[in-house]
């Protein structure tokens, strides 16, 4: 795999570990873009940055 992936996959690591694990809320605003959309179809889930900060809280 290119490096690209690597880092992709390390910043996903990361994430799962600081953030749902870890609880860590601020992590968010670091490892994830201001654009961010999440368009997963559930209605619980998380449509943004801000909106994923009050799930995982």
Do not use: G, W
Request: hydrophobic share 35%.
């Amino acid at each position: 795999m290119n490096s690209t992936t690597e880092i992709n996959k390390e910043i996903v690591r990361c994430f799962y570990e600081e953030v749902f694990n870890q609880r860590n809320t601020e992590a968010i605003a670091e490892l994830m873009a201001e654009t961010f959309i999440n368009h997963d179809p559930t209605p619980v889930a998380a449509r943004n940055r801000e909106t994923m900060q009050q799930a995982v809280y």
